[in-house]
């Protein structure tokens, strides 16, 4: 399959992105695979103006990190850190090129990685609390390595790669601030599916955030400085401890070990218990290594993009199928909530009835507005 790099480059540099002349700009390249893709990002910065850096990784790299002592990889993200600090705008082309390399990993390793990496998050943070002062993006760049691990043909995947970032963004954006409308006027929100869930929780005065995969002014003005590509969701920070219920999410994938029909049972915001026919054990030995306030309630998602129509059990597409939600628990202060915690995790849900107060957002997996 033939993509025009350049055409997409120029893009997300201009359209997505929107660089200006004199600002720094971090692409983060997780393998040589994408580096032509990152290459032609950095050149097109360079035509507007700015002023591009590529740091490169690979899978051997990550995977030789991952076999060193917890002790190790605990150690901060210095260099990282120190690019944070300057970087005006920062996209992540980092996710793996084979994500079955990362299957079953050591709880504990991960919990230590992610530790090491709270420091660059911290940046972040700060620099973007009183107003925008670095944007954020990620981009999921198809390896024929992903689409063997998802179980369908290179041609098949990438096709809804690339066909889900060349949507109508203005269709998309028009739907996200209609529900986003009704999001900012409703207090309790209902969530039912054919599996038995059935959930509760508040979003009172919590403002909700449109990933259309544009920054714009009005972005800046709500401080909302991340953005995934492809894109198209609509998502707000629950009220930490209001949810109680049950959830139940048919599939998804974690550190490619997949999960199938987990149960999640919330009490006044916390996850008290999970169970599932595979995966919940290595789920929980997850957030039992993970700091903070990692069972937490932390986020609402509403997928909105009309080109993703499958799971495949990556969640950067997945929870932007249109017609599905996503809940996560855990570090919820990119969306303003109170959530401090080194993990963050969508689960995917699949034909949702979704309510805010009285009205009915969607039925079923079908929207009502």
């Given at each position: 399959?033939?993509?025009?790099?350049?055409?997409?480059a120029?893009?997300?540099?201009?359209d997505c992105?929107?660089i200006k002349?004199?600002?720094?700009?971090?692409?983060?390249?997780?393998?040589?695979?994408?580096?032509?893709f990152c290459?032609?990002?950095?050149?097109?910065?360079?035509k507007?103006?700015?002023?591009?850096?590529?740091?490169?990784?690979?899978?051997?790299?990550?995977?030789?990190?991952?076999?060193?002592?917890?002790d190790?990889?605990?150690e901060?993200?210095?260099?990282?850190?120190a690019?944070?600090e300057v970087?005006?705008v920062?996209?992540?082309?980092?996710?793996?090129?084979?994500?079955?390399?990362?299957?079953?990993?050591?709880?504990h390793?991960?919990a230590a990685?992610?530790?090491?990496g709270?420091?660059?998050?911290?940046?972040v943070?700060?620099?973007?609390?009183?107003?925008?002062?670095?944007?954020?993006?990620s981009?999921l760049?198809?390896?024929?390595?992903?689409?063997?691990?998802?179980?369908?043909?290179?041609?098949?995947?990438?096709?809804?790669?690339w066909?889900?970032?060349?949507?109508?963004?203005e269709a998309?954006?028009?739907?996200?601030?209609?529900?986003?409308?009704?999001?900012?006027?409703?207090d309790?929100?209902y969530?039912?599916?054919?599996?038995g869930?059935?959930?509760e929780?508040?979003?009172?005065?919590?403002?909700p955030?449109?990933?259309?995969?544009v920054?714009?002014?009005?972005?800046f003005?709500?401080?909302?400085?991340?953005?995934?590509?492809?894109?198209?969701?609509v998502?707000?920070?629950?009220v930490?401890d209001?949810?109680?219920g049950?959830?139940?999410f048919?599939?998804?994938?974690?550190m490619?070990?997949?999960?199938?029909?987990?149960?999640?049972?919330?009490?006044?915001g916390?996850?008290v218990?999970?169970?599932?026919?595979?995966?919940?054990?290595y789920y929980?030995?997850?957030l039992?290594?993970?700091?903070?306030?990692?069972?937490?309630?932390?986020?609402l998602?509403?997928?909105?993009?009309?080109e993703?129509?499958?799971?495949?059990?990556?969640?950067?597409?997945d929870?932007?199928?249109?017609?599905?939600?996503h809940?996560?628990t855990?570090?919820?202060?990119m969306?303003?909530?109170?959530g401090?915690?080194s993990?963050?995790?969508?689960?995917?849900?699949?034909?949702?009835t979704l309510?805010?107060?009285n009205?009915?957002?969607?039925?079923?997996?079908?929207?009502?507005v």
């Amino acid at each position: 399959m033939t993509t025009d790099l350049n055409r997409v480059a120029n893009k997300v540099v201009n359209d997505c992105l929107r660089i200006k002349p004199g600002e720094y700009f971090w692409i983060s390249c997780a393998d040589d695979y994408y580096f032509k893709f990152c290459e032609e990002v950095a050149i097109e910065a360079v035509k507007a103006g700015a002023h591009p850096h590529i740091s490169i990784s690979s899978d051997r790299i990550f995977m030789e990190n991952i076999s060193q002592t917890t002790d190790f990889l605990k150690e901060p993200a210095s260099f990282a850190s120190a690019i944070t600090e300057v970087a005006d705008v920062h996209l992540q082309v980092v996710f793996p090129r084979n994500p079955g390399v990362s299957g079953g990993l050591d709880p504990h390793k991960l919990a230590a990685m992610s530790s090491a990496g709270r420091s660059v998050q911290e940046i972040v943070y700060k620099k973007n609390k009183d107003t925008v002062k670095q944007r954020k993006a990620s981009f999921l760049y198809p390896t024929p390595e992903a689409a063997a691990s998802y179980g369908i043909s290179y041609e098949i995947f990438a096709d809804m790669v690339w066909r889900s970032l060349d949507i109508d963004y203005e269709a998309l954006r028009m739907r996200a601030k209609k529900i986003a409308g009704i999001m900012k006027n409703s207090d309790k929100v209902y969530i039912t599916n054919p599996e038995g869930t059935n959930l509760e929780f508040s979003i009172k005065g919590r403002p909700p955030f449109i990933d259309d995969g544009v920054f714009d002014e009005e972005d800046f003005e709500e401080k909302i400085y991340m953005m995934n590509l492809p894109t198209g969701e609509v998502c707000v920070a629950p009220v930490e401890d209001s949810a109680n219920g049950v959830a139940y999410f048919k599939f998804n994938r974690f550190m490619g070990r997949d999960l199938k029909n987990l149960k999640f049972e919330f009490k006044n915001g916390k996850v008290v218990n999970i169970e599932g026919e595979e995966g919940a054990e290595y789920y929980k030995s997850i957030l039992d290594n993970q700091t903070g306030n990692k069972d937490m309630i932390a986020e609402l998602g509403i997928g909105l993009n009309p080109e993703i129509n499958r799971v495949l059990g990556e969640l950067a597409l997945d929870e932007k199928i249109i017609g599905t939600i996503h809940i996560a628990t855990g570090e919820n202060r990119m969306l303003h909530g109170k959530g401090v915690s080194s993990f963050h995790y969508d689960l995917v849900m699949d034909k949702p009835t979704l309510k805010f107060d009285n009205t009915l957002i969607m039925e079923n997996g079908e929207y009502r507005v």
